[in-house]
Protein backbone atom coordinates (compact mmCIF):
# COMPACT_ATOMS: atom_id res chain seq x y z
CA UNK A 1 0.00 0.00 0.00
CA UNK A 2 1.06 3.24 -0.67
CA UNK A 3 0.64 6.62 0.79
CA UNK A 4 -0.64 9.56 -1.25
CA UNK A 5 -2.39 13.09 -0.73
CA UNK A 6 -6.01 10.85 -1.49
CA UNK A 7 -5.39 8.47 1.81
CA UNK A 8 -3.78 4.78 1.16
CA UNK A 9 -4.34 3.16 -2.06
CA UNK A 10 -2.47 0.02 -3.55
CA UNK A 11 0.25 0.58 -6.55
CA UNK A 12 -2.11 -0.17 -9.32
CA UNK A 13 -4.83 2.55 -8.32
CA UNK A 14 -2.22 5.06 -7.97
CA UNK A 15 -2.99 7.94 -11.38
CA UNK A 16 -0.92 7.88 -14.25
CA UNK A 17 0.53 11.95 -13.63
CA UNK A 18 0.45 13.69 -16.85
CA UNK A 19 2.69 17.08 -16.16
CA UNK A 20 1.55 20.07 -18.19
CA UNK A 21 -1.87 20.87 -19.21
CA UNK A 22 -1.68 22.17 -22.84
CA UNK A 23 -3.11 20.19 -25.81
CA UNK A 24 -0.85 17.17 -25.71
CA UNK A 25 -1.05 16.66 -21.50
CA UNK A 26 -5.13 17.24 -21.78
CA UNK A 27 -5.09 14.82 -24.50
CA UNK A 28 -3.14 12.29 -23.02
CA UNK A 29 -5.48 12.71 -20.11
CA UNK A 30 -8.58 12.22 -22.66
CA UNK A 31 -6.88 9.22 -23.79
CA UNK A 32 -6.13 7.15 -20.07
CA UNK A 33 -9.37 7.94 -19.36
CA UNK A 34 -10.95 6.19 -22.47
CA UNK A 35 -8.49 2.99 -21.75
CA UNK A 36 -10.13 2.97 -17.74
CA UNK A 37 -6.32 4.58 -16.25
CA UNK A 38 -6.83 7.18 -13.69
CA UNK A 39 -5.14 10.56 -14.97
CA UNK A 40 -3.67 13.39 -12.98
CA UNK A 41 -2.75 16.67 -14.71
CA UNK A 42 -0.31 18.80 -12.77
CA UNK A 43 -0.42 22.40 -14.27
CA UNK A 44 2.13 24.98 -13.87
CA UNK A 45 -0.01 27.45 -14.93
CA UNK A 46 -2.96 29.06 -13.08
CA UNK A 47 -5.64 27.85 -15.77
CA UNK A 48 -4.85 25.07 -17.81
CA UNK A 49 -3.09 25.97 -21.43
CA UNK A 50 -1.24 28.97 -19.71
CA UNK A 51 1.12 29.13 -22.12
CA UNK A 52 -0.35 29.24 -24.86
CA UNK A 53 -2.27 32.56 -23.61
CA UNK A 54 1.02 33.89 -23.58
CA UNK A 55 0.79 33.94 -27.52
CA UNK A 56 -2.41 33.96 -27.29
CA UNK A 57 -2.26 37.13 -30.14
CA UNK A 58 -0.56 34.74 -32.92
CA UNK A 59 -2.62 32.55 -35.62
CA UNK A 60 -1.78 29.15 -36.03
CA UNK A 61 -1.04 28.13 -39.43
CA UNK A 62 -2.89 24.75 -39.32
CA UNK A 63 -6.19 24.16 -39.14
CA UNK A 64 -8.65 22.96 -36.54
CA UNK A 65 -9.43 19.40 -38.37
CA UNK A 66 -5.73 18.99 -37.36
CA UNK A 67 -5.56 20.88 -33.73
CA UNK A 68 -8.72 18.70 -31.87
CA UNK A 69 -7.58 15.39 -30.81
CA UNK A 70 -9.87 12.19 -31.29
CA UNK A 71 -10.33 10.92 -27.80
CA UNK A 72 -10.42 14.99 -26.38
CA UNK A 73 -13.34 15.39 -29.44
CA UNK A 74 -14.94 12.50 -28.44
CA UNK A 75 -15.28 13.70 -24.67
CA UNK A 76 -16.26 17.08 -25.98
CA UNK A 77 -19.00 15.83 -28.22
CA UNK A 78 -20.52 14.06 -25.31
CA UNK A 79 -21.10 17.25 -23.53
CA UNK A 80 -22.81 19.18 -27.01
CA UNK A 81 -19.87 20.67 -27.70
CA UNK A 82 -20.11 22.54 -31.28
CA UNK A 83 -17.01 21.99 -33.39
CA UNK A 84 -15.21 24.81 -35.14
CA UNK A 85 -15.04 24.99 -38.42
CA UNK A 86 -12.46 22.19 -39.99
CA UNK A 87 -10.81 24.86 -42.45
CA UNK A 88 -10.14 27.40 -39.96
CA UNK A 89 -7.21 28.49 -38.60
CA UNK A 90 -7.39 29.68 -34.93
CA UNK A 91 -5.09 32.05 -32.94
CA UNK A 92 -3.65 31.16 -30.04
CA UNK A 93 -6.64 32.91 -27.84
CA UNK A 94 -9.48 30.81 -29.86
CA UNK A 95 -7.66 27.72 -29.71
CA UNK A 96 -7.64 28.01 -26.01
CA UNK A 97 -11.42 29.81 -25.84
CA UNK A 98 -13.07 26.91 -28.60
CA UNK A 99 -11.27 23.81 -27.32
CA UNK A 100 -8.61 23.56 -24.55
CA UNK A 101 -10.59 25.65 -21.76
CA UNK A 102 -14.52 23.58 -22.58
CA UNK A 103 -11.72 20.07 -22.76
CA UNK A 104 -10.82 20.94 -19.60
CA UNK A 105 -14.04 21.66 -18.13
CA UNK A 106 -15.63 17.94 -19.15
CA UNK A 107 -16.67 15.86 -16.05
CA UNK A 108 -14.24 12.81 -16.97
CA UNK A 109 -11.25 15.54 -16.46
CA UNK A 110 -12.38 18.50 -14.34
CA UNK A 111 -11.54 17.39 -11.23
CA UNK A 112 -8.43 15.35 -12.42
CA UNK A 113 -6.55 19.05 -12.90
CA UNK A 114 -4.53 20.91 -10.59
CA UNK A 115 -3.09 24.05 -11.67
CA UNK A 116 -0.73 26.24 -9.99
CA UNK A 117 1.68 23.19 -9.24
CA UNK A 118 5.24 23.45 -10.57
CA UNK A 119 6.89 20.04 -10.57
CA UNK A 120 10.20 20.47 -9.50
CA UNK A 121 11.74 16.70 -9.23
CA UNK A 122 10.61 13.32 -9.95
CA UNK A 123 12.14 10.35 -8.61
CA UNK A 124 11.24 6.54 -7.38
CA UNK A 125 10.65 4.34 -4.52
CA UNK A 126 13.00 5.13 -1.81
CA UNK A 127 16.24 5.05 -3.26
CA UNK A 128 18.28 6.98 -6.06
CA UNK A 129 18.74 5.73 -9.42
CA UNK A 130 22.12 4.19 -8.75
CA UNK A 131 19.65 1.76 -7.24
CA UNK A 132 17.84 0.61 -10.23
CA UNK A 133 17.11 -2.66 -9.34
CA UNK A 134 15.81 -2.26 -5.82
CA UNK A 135 13.12 0.79 -6.91
CA UNK A 136 12.38 -0.89 -10.19
CA UNK A 137 8.61 -1.59 -9.02
CA UNK A 138 8.21 1.10 -6.67
CA UNK A 139 5.81 4.29 -7.37
CA UNK A 140 6.75 7.09 -8.93
CA UNK A 141 7.18 10.81 -7.04
CA UNK A 142 6.18 13.37 -7.88
CA UNK A 143 7.23 16.88 -6.14
CA UNK A 144 5.34 19.85 -6.86
CA UNK A 145 5.68 23.18 -5.38
CA UNK A 146 2.53 24.59 -4.93
CA UNK A 147 1.43 27.77 -3.15
CA UNK A 148 0.55 25.87 0.07
CA UNK A 149 4.33 24.54 0.08
CA UNK A 150 5.82 21.12 -1.07
CA UNK A 151 4.02 17.77 -1.77
CA UNK A 152 4.79 14.56 -3.08
CA UNK A 153 2.28 12.61 -5.05
CA UNK A 154 3.02 8.96 -6.07
CA UNK A 155 2.54 7.89 -9.56
CA UNK A 156 2.29 4.05 -10.92
CA UNK A 157 3.61 6.10 -14.52
CA UNK A 158 4.26 9.86 -15.84
CA UNK A 159 3.78 11.42 -18.71
CA UNK A 160 5.64 14.55 -19.27
CA UNK A 161 3.99 16.77 -21.44
CA UNK A 162 4.98 20.43 -20.06
CA UNK A 163 6.46 21.45 -23.14
CA UNK A 164 9.64 24.28 -23.26
CA UNK A 165 7.92 27.89 -23.48
CA UNK A 166 9.48 28.58 -20.14
CA UNK A 167 12.80 27.76 -21.55
CA UNK A 168 14.05 29.97 -23.91
CA UNK A 169 17.48 29.67 -25.80
CA UNK A 170 20.27 32.36 -24.80
CA UNK A 171 20.95 35.32 -27.41
CA UNK A 172 24.38 33.84 -27.64
CA UNK A 173 25.51 31.51 -30.59
CA UNK A 174 27.01 29.00 -28.78
CA UNK A 175 24.56 27.68 -26.74
CA UNK A 176 25.51 30.26 -23.85
CA UNK A 177 24.31 33.01 -23.34
CA UNK A 178 25.49 36.44 -24.31
CA UNK A 179 27.96 38.25 -21.88
CA UNK A 180 25.87 40.57 -20.26
CA UNK A 181 22.41 38.61 -21.15
CA UNK A 182 21.96 38.09 -17.55
CA UNK A 183 22.35 41.27 -16.14
CA UNK A 184 18.92 42.14 -14.58
CA UNK A 185 19.84 45.65 -15.32
CA UNK A 186 19.55 44.47 -19.40
CA UNK A 187 16.59 42.48 -19.01
CA UNK A 188 14.34 45.69 -18.68
CA UNK A 189 15.48 45.71 -22.26
CA UNK A 190 14.54 42.20 -23.47
CA UNK A 191 10.72 41.50 -24.68
CA UNK A 192 10.73 37.82 -24.86
CA UNK A 193 10.22 35.79 -27.96
CA UNK A 194 6.60 36.63 -29.22
CA UNK A 195 6.06 40.16 -27.82
CA UNK A 196 2.22 41.34 -28.33
CA UNK A 197 3.59 44.53 -29.96
CA UNK A 198 0.38 45.34 -30.81
CA UNK A 199 -1.82 45.53 -27.38
CA UNK A 200 0.45 44.66 -24.31
CA UNK A 201 3.35 45.87 -25.26
CA UNK A 202 2.26 48.87 -28.11
CA UNK A 203 3.01 51.47 -25.28
CA UNK A 204 6.62 50.61 -24.56
CA UNK A 205 7.62 49.98 -27.82
CA UNK A 206 5.85 52.55 -30.10
CA UNK A 207 8.24 54.93 -31.40
CA UNK A 208 11.15 53.40 -30.44
CA UNK A 209 14.10 51.25 -31.92
CA UNK A 210 13.09 47.21 -31.76
CA UNK A 211 15.73 44.76 -32.58
CA UNK A 212 14.01 41.47 -33.58
CA UNK A 213 17.15 38.37 -33.24
CA UNK A 214 15.96 35.45 -35.20
CA UNK A 215 15.13 33.56 -38.64
CA UNK A 216 12.00 31.86 -37.19
CA UNK A 217 8.94 32.24 -37.47
CA UNK A 218 8.27 33.75 -34.54
CA UNK A 219 11.10 36.33 -35.46
CA UNK A 220 8.33 36.82 -38.47
CA UNK A 221 5.67 37.60 -36.58
CA UNK A 222 7.35 39.82 -34.62
CA UNK A 223 9.01 42.12 -37.44
CA UNK A 224 5.21 41.97 -39.46
CA UNK A 225 3.23 43.42 -36.07
CA UNK A 226 5.71 45.98 -35.44
CA UNK A 227 5.44 47.33 -39.47
CA UNK A 228 1.87 47.37 -38.43
CA UNK A 229 2.57 49.41 -35.92
CA UNK A 230 4.59 51.46 -37.64
CA UNK A 231 2.19 52.44 -40.06
CA UNK A 232 0.47 53.61 -37.16
CA UNK A 233 4.02 54.93 -35.57
CA UNK A 234 6.25 55.75 -38.74
CA UNK A 235 9.15 57.67 -35.90
CA UNK A 236 8.82 53.38 -34.79
CA UNK A 237 12.34 52.08 -36.16
CA UNK A 238 12.54 48.10 -36.94
CA UNK A 239 15.89 46.20 -37.22
CA UNK A 240 15.98 42.61 -37.85
CA UNK A 241 19.04 40.84 -37.31
CA UNK A 242 20.23 37.12 -38.13
CA UNK A 243 22.82 34.43 -38.19
CA UNK A 244 23.04 33.09 -41.34
CA UNK A 245 23.87 35.61 -44.42
CA UNK A 246 20.96 35.38 -46.24
CA UNK A 247 17.02 35.68 -45.51
CA UNK A 248 15.58 33.59 -48.10
CA UNK A 249 14.95 30.42 -46.06
CA UNK A 250 12.93 32.31 -43.35
CA UNK A 251 11.14 34.25 -46.71
CA UNK A 252 10.59 30.71 -47.92
CA UNK A 253 8.18 29.32 -50.75
CA UNK A 254 5.31 32.29 -51.43
CA UNK A 255 2.86 30.97 -53.63
CA UNK A 256 4.32 27.40 -54.00
CA UNK A 257 3.89 26.76 -49.77
CA UNK A 258 1.61 23.89 -49.30
CA UNK A 259 0.26 25.98 -46.47
CA UNK A 260 -0.82 29.19 -47.99
CA UNK A 261 -1.05 31.85 -44.85
CA UNK A 262 2.71 30.49 -43.94
CA UNK A 263 3.86 31.36 -47.72
CA UNK A 264 2.29 34.92 -47.33
CA UNK A 265 4.08 35.24 -44.34
CA UNK A 266 7.55 34.80 -45.64
CA UNK A 267 6.32 37.54 -48.92
CA UNK A 268 5.01 40.33 -46.43
CA UNK A 269 8.37 40.35 -44.66
CA UNK A 270 10.21 40.40 -47.55
CA UNK A 271 8.49 43.36 -49.53
CA UNK A 272 9.20 44.74 -45.81
CA UNK A 273 12.42 44.76 -45.99
CA UNK A 274 12.79 45.76 -50.22
CA UNK A 275 10.70 48.44 -49.10
CA UNK A 276 12.94 49.95 -46.20
CA UNK A 277 10.66 49.35 -43.51
CA UNK A 278 12.82 46.67 -41.96
CA UNK A 279 16.42 47.18 -41.97
CA UNK A 280 18.51 43.30 -42.16
CA UNK A 281 21.47 42.88 -40.61
CA UNK A 282 22.93 39.72 -41.76
CA UNK A 283 25.41 37.49 -40.05
CA UNK A 284 25.13 38.60 -37.21
CA UNK A 285 26.45 36.73 -33.78
CA UNK A 286 25.33 38.35 -30.62
CA UNK A 287 28.42 38.55 -28.35
CA UNK A 288 27.06 40.57 -25.78
CA UNK A 289 24.21 42.66 -24.45
CA UNK A 290 24.81 45.64 -21.63
CA UNK A 291 22.86 48.89 -20.68
CA UNK A 292 23.90 52.26 -21.88
CA UNK A 293 23.58 55.08 -19.68
CA UNK A 294 20.09 56.30 -21.94
CA UNK A 295 18.84 53.16 -21.08
CA UNK A 296 19.02 51.02 -24.22
CA UNK A 297 20.69 47.71 -24.47
CA UNK A 298 23.78 47.81 -26.44
CA UNK A 299 24.43 44.61 -28.76
CA UNK A 300 27.93 43.96 -30.21
CA UNK A 301 28.44 41.10 -32.41
CA UNK A 302 31.16 38.87 -32.93
CA UNK A 303 32.43 41.09 -35.62
CA UNK A 304 32.80 44.10 -33.79
CA UNK A 305 29.58 46.10 -35.22
CA UNK A 306 27.06 47.43 -32.84
CA UNK A 307 24.00 48.57 -32.25
CA UNK A 308 21.94 50.06 -29.20
CA UNK A 309 18.27 49.32 -29.60
CA UNK A 310 15.44 50.66 -27.60
CA UNK A 311 14.72 46.89 -26.82
CA UNK A 312 15.41 43.45 -28.36
CA UNK A 313 12.93 40.96 -29.35
CA UNK A 314 15.07 37.70 -29.36
CA UNK A 315 13.30 34.95 -31.21
CA UNK A 316 16.11 32.00 -30.39
CA UNK A 317 12.99 29.24 -29.81
CA UNK A 318 13.17 26.81 -26.96
CA UNK A 319 15.24 24.02 -25.10
CA UNK A 320 13.54 20.91 -22.68
CA UNK A 321 13.79 21.41 -18.82
CA UNK A 322 16.04 18.31 -17.92
CA UNK A 323 16.89 19.14 -14.30
CA UNK A 324 12.81 17.96 -13.73
CA UNK A 325 13.68 14.31 -14.04
CA UNK A 326 17.54 13.78 -13.27
CA UNK A 327 16.54 11.06 -10.69
CA UNK A 328 15.40 8.70 -13.64
CA UNK A 329 17.03 6.63 -16.08
CA UNK A 330 16.42 8.34 -19.05
CA UNK A 331 17.87 7.77 -23.05
CA UNK A 332 18.30 10.88 -24.34
CA UNK A 333 20.26 11.95 -27.88
CA UNK A 334 23.11 14.02 -26.44
CA UNK A 335 22.47 16.98 -29.04
CA UNK A 336 18.80 17.30 -29.66
CA UNK A 337 18.00 15.68 -26.37
CA UNK A 338 15.12 13.95 -27.92
CA UNK A 339 14.79 10.24 -26.91
CA UNK A 340 17.17 8.53 -28.33
CA UNK A 341 15.26 6.29 -31.06
CA UNK A 342 13.08 9.52 -32.04
CA UNK A 343 16.02 12.08 -32.44
CA UNK A 344 17.29 10.26 -35.79
CA UNK A 345 14.14 11.14 -37.22
CA UNK A 346 14.15 14.61 -36.02
CA UNK A 347 17.64 16.00 -36.11
CA UNK A 348 17.22 19.42 -37.90
CA UNK A 349 21.20 18.65 -38.83
CA UNK A 350 20.10 15.45 -41.07
CA UNK A 351 16.51 14.72 -41.93
CA UNK A 352 14.89 16.14 -45.07
CA UNK A 353 12.02 17.76 -45.86
CA UNK A 354 8.88 15.82 -45.38
CA UNK A 355 6.32 14.60 -42.46
CA UNK A 356 8.69 13.16 -39.72
CA UNK A 357 6.75 9.03 -39.50
CA UNK A 358 4.57 8.40 -36.31
CA UNK A 359 5.92 7.32 -33.25
CA UNK A 360 4.57 6.37 -29.95
CA UNK A 361 5.09 4.34 -27.10
CA UNK A 362 8.46 2.09 -28.16
CA UNK A 363 10.02 4.97 -29.53
CA UNK A 364 9.48 6.94 -26.93
CA UNK A 365 10.21 4.53 -24.28
CA UNK A 366 12.88 4.91 -21.58
CA UNK A 367 15.27 3.08 -19.37
CA UNK A 368 12.54 3.81 -16.65
CA UNK A 369 10.02 1.72 -17.01
CA UNK A 370 6.62 3.85 -17.34
CA UNK A 371 8.06 7.32 -17.86
CA UNK A 372 7.45 9.04 -21.52
CA UNK A 373 8.03 12.34 -22.50
CA UNK A 374 5.45 13.48 -25.00
CA UNK A 375 4.88 16.48 -26.87
CA UNK A 376 7.19 19.48 -27.73
CA UNK A 377 9.12 18.20 -24.85
CA UNK A 378 9.93 14.99 -26.78
CA UNK A 379 11.47 16.72 -29.35
CA UNK A 380 14.15 18.16 -27.32
CA UNK A 381 15.94 21.25 -29.44
CA UNK A 382 14.41 20.39 -32.74
CA UNK A 383 12.54 22.45 -34.11
CA UNK A 384 10.22 20.41 -35.90
CA UNK A 385 7.07 19.72 -33.80
CA UNK A 386 3.28 18.83 -35.12
CA UNK A 387 0.50 18.84 -32.96
CA UNK A 388 -1.18 15.56 -34.34
CA UNK A 389 2.36 13.79 -34.07
CA UNK A 390 1.95 14.53 -30.14
CA UNK A 391 -1.67 13.53 -30.62
CA UNK A 392 -0.73 10.02 -31.49
CA UNK A 393 2.46 9.63 -29.15
CA UNK A 394 -0.05 9.68 -25.98
CA UNK A 395 -2.60 7.58 -27.56
CA UNK A 396 -0.15 5.08 -28.19
CA UNK A 397 1.30 5.50 -24.40
CA UNK A 398 -1.92 5.39 -22.72
CA UNK A 399 -2.96 2.06 -24.87
CA UNK A 400 0.61 0.88 -23.69
CA UNK A 401 -0.06 1.26 -20.21
CA UNK A 402 -3.13 0.02 -20.12
CA UNK A 403 -2.34 -2.94 -21.88
CA UNK A 404 -3.87 -2.33 -24.70
CA UNK A 405 -2.42 -2.27 -28.83
CA UNK A 406 -0.14 0.81 -28.58
CA UNK A 407 0.53 0.03 -32.43
CA UNK A 408 1.65 3.55 -34.11
CA UNK A 409 -1.43 5.01 -36.40
CA UNK A 410 -0.43 6.63 -39.75
CA UNK A 411 -0.94 10.30 -39.30
CA UNK A 412 -2.91 12.68 -42.25
CA UNK A 413 -1.42 15.52 -41.95
CA UNK A 414 -1.22 18.73 -45.06
CA UNK A 415 1.72 19.29 -47.51
CA UNK A 416 4.47 21.00 -45.36
CA UNK A 417 5.16 23.10 -48.28
CA UNK A 418 8.78 24.43 -49.45
CA UNK A 419 12.25 23.93 -47.51
CA UNK A 420 15.43 25.08 -48.68
CA UNK A 421 18.35 23.84 -48.67
CA UNK A 422 21.70 25.52 -47.69
CA UNK A 423 25.28 24.76 -46.65
CA UNK A 424 25.56 24.13 -43.43
CA UNK A 425 28.46 27.10 -42.81
CA UNK A 426 25.45 29.45 -44.16
CA UNK A 427 22.77 28.09 -41.85
CA UNK A 428 21.87 29.37 -38.93
CA UNK A 429 21.33 27.92 -35.40
CA UNK A 430 17.19 26.51 -34.94
CA UNK A 431 15.72 29.26 -33.44
CA UNK A 432 11.91 29.01 -33.27
CA UNK A 433 9.67 26.82 -32.20
CA UNK A 434 8.37 26.16 -35.56
CA UNK A 435 8.57 23.51 -37.80
CA UNK A 436 6.44 20.93 -39.13
CA UNK A 437 7.06 18.01 -41.72
CA UNK A 438 10.68 18.69 -41.55
CA UNK A 439 13.86 20.99 -42.67
CA UNK A 440 16.32 20.32 -45.12
CA UNK A 441 18.99 23.02 -42.95
CA UNK A 442 19.01 24.62 -39.71
CA UNK A 443 17.99 27.76 -40.71
CA UNK A 444 14.70 26.82 -43.05
CA UNK A 445 11.72 26.48 -40.88
CA UNK A 446 8.52 24.53 -42.17
CA UNK A 447 5.15 25.15 -40.41
CA UNK A 448 4.76 24.15 -36.72
CA UNK A 449 1.08 22.50 -35.85
CA UNK A 450 -0.16 24.25 -32.68
CA UNK A 451 2.70 26.27 -31.32
CA UNK A 452 3.26 29.78 -31.77
CA UNK A 453 3.44 30.19 -35.21
CA UNK A 454 1.25 32.34 -37.98
CA UNK A 455 -0.21 35.49 -38.17
CA UNK A 456 -2.06 38.02 -35.95
CA UNK A 457 -5.94 37.80 -36.26
CA UNK A 458 -6.88 39.97 -38.70
CA UNK A 459 -3.44 42.44 -38.72
CA UNK A 460 0.17 41.45 -39.64
CA UNK A 461 0.03 42.90 -43.50
CA UNK A 462 3.23 44.51 -44.85
Given at each position: ?30 H ?25 HI ?9 V ?17 P ?7 E ?38 Q ?5 P ?9 G ?13 G???H ?11 L??D ?30 L ?6 V ?26 P ?24 A ?7 L ?6 H ?22 DF ?5 G ?28 I ?14 A ?62 P ?9 GA ?11 V ?15
Amino acid sequence: MTQTDRGMVSDDELPVVVIGAGPVGLAAAAHLVETGLDPLVLEAGDIPAAAITEWGHIRLFSSWRHNVDAAAQRLLQAQGWKEPDPAGLPTGAEFVAHYLAPLAAVPELVGRIRTGEQVIGISRGQRDKTHAQARSEAPFIVRVQSAQGLVDYRARAIIDASGTWGHPNPVGAAGLPALGEDDPEVASTLLGGLPDVLSERRREVTGKHVLVLGGGHSAVNTLLNLVALQREAPETTITWAIRGDSPEATYGGGDADGLLERGALGQRLREAVEAGRITLVPSATVHSLALTEAGQVAVTFDDGRRLSPDFLAAATGFRPDLEVFRELRVDLDPGVEAPSRLAPLIDPQFHSCGTVEAHGAETLAHPEEGFFIAGMKSYGRAPTFLLATGYEQVRSIAAHLAGQDATVRPLNLPETGVCSAAEPAQTQAPDDAGAGGGCCSAESQPVTLGVPTGLVHGRGGA
